[in-house]
C-alpha cells in the first residue's frame, strides 16, 4: 500500500470525478488533502465526504487567487508535497461550430489554469527542494478527437507544461507527471450517446470504460515514492484505447 502519511497534498477541481477521487484516494494513503471547488458549499461538502483537511474556494483561471491560495496552504500545514492540476473543462464543437468564447475559456481554463497551478507549486515546493506534481493530460490530447478540436489542442499543452516543467524543475527535486485518461464515466462524460460509449469500448482492448479511481490510483502512485526516479512522462490511463 502506498504510504503518504505526513505528505501534504492539494487537489484542484477535487468536488467530483477524477478530483474528488484522487482527493479519497490520497487520503487513504495517510496524506492531509486540501481540495477546492469554484463553489464554498460543494467545496466543504466534497471535503468532508472525501475525508480531506479542508475545501477551499479557487478559480483556476485566477492566476493571483491559485498563487495566493497555495501559498497559504503551504503556510498553514508547514509544507506542501503534492499538487493534482485536475480541474478542467471539455465541450465539443466541430471545426466550423467553434466560438472565440469556447477556445478562450478552454485554453484559461485548461491550459491557463495547469501553468498557473504548476507555477504557484514549484513556488511552494522549491524551499524544500522536494515535491510531486500531477497535471491532467488526456488520450484526446495525444490522438486527436473529431469534434474535440479546442479540447484536444488544450490537452495537448497539458502534457508539454508536465515535459518542459520537469526539465526545469528535476535539480529542485520536483517531479512533473501527466496522466492521460481514456473515457472515464463523470460527469464530464455524462452526454455521452450509448453508441459513442459502445464505440469507445469496442476500441479499448481492455474491454470498458474507466472509472474516477481507475486515474485516482495511477495519480497516487505517481505522487508516491514508488514513482522516486519518474518524472516528465505523460501515462495513459486508458485500458490500451487508440482513438
Ligand atoms: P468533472 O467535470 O467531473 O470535474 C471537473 C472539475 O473541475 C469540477 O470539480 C469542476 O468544478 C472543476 N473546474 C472546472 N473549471 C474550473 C475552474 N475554472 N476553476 C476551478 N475548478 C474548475 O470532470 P472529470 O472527468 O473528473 O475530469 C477531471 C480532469 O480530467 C479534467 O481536467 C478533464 O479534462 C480530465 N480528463 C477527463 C477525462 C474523462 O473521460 N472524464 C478524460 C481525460 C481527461
Redesign the pocket.
Known amino acids: 500500500m502506498t504510504d503518504l502519511t505526513g505528505r501534504v497534498a492539494l487537489v484542484?477541481?477535487?468536488?467530483?470525478?477524477?478530483?474528488?477521487?484522487t482527493a479519497r484516494a490520497l487520503v487513504e494513503a495517510g496524506a492531509t488533502v486540501v481540495l477546492?471547488?469554484?463553489?464554498e458549499a460543494?467545496a466543504k461538502e466534497a471535503a468532508s465526504a472525501a475525508g480531506a483537511a479542508a475545501g477551499l474556494v479557487?478559480?483556476?483561471?485566477d492566476a493571483k487567487a491559485v498563487s495566493t491560495l497555495v501559498r497559504g496552504v503551504a503556510k498553514e500545514h508547514g509544507r506542501l508535497d503534492v499538487v493534482v492540476a485536475?480541474?478542467?473543462?471539455?465541450e465539443d464543437a466541430l471545426l466550423g461550430m467553434i466560438r472565440e468564447e469556447l477556445v478562450d475559456t478552454t485554453l484559461?481554463?485548461?491550459v491557463g489554469?495547469t501553468l498557473h497551478t504548476v507555477q504557484a507549486a514549484a513556488r511552494a515546493m522549491m524551499r524544500k527542494k522536494t515535491g510531486a506534481i500531477v497535471v491532467?493530460?488526456?488520450?484526446?490530447g495525444q490522438y486527436g478527437s473529431a469534434g474535440q478540436t479546442v479540447?484536444a489542442a488544450s490537452?495537448a499543452a497539458?502534457a508539454n507544461i508536465a515535459r518542459s516543467a520537469a526539465k526545469e524543475l528535476g535539480r529542485s527535486g520536483i517531479r512533473v507527471n501527466a496522466?492521460?485518461?481514456?473515457?472515464?464515466?463523470?460527469?464530464?462524460?455524462s452526454g455521452l450517446s450509448d453508441e459513442a460509449k459502445a464505440d469507445n469500448v469496442a476500441k479499448t482492448p481492455l474491454g470498458r470504460l474507466?472509472t474516477?479511481e481507475d486515474?485516482a490510483k495511477a495519480i497516487r502512485f505517481l505522487v508516491s515514492d514508488d514513482a522516486a526516479f519518474i518524472t516528465g512522462q505523460v501515462l495513459g490511463i486508458d485500458g490500451g484505447l487508440v482513438l
Open positions: 484542484t477541481g477535487g468536488t467530483r470525478g477524477i478530483g474528488l477521487a477546492t471547488g469554484r463553489d460543494r479557487l478559480d483556476v483561471t485536475n480541474a478542467g473543462i471539455m484559461a481554463t485548461n489554469g491532467l493530460a488526456s488520450v484526446v479540447y490537452k497539458v496522466v492521460a485518461p481514456g473515457v472515464i464515466e463523470t460527469d464530464l462524460t474507466g474516477a486515474v
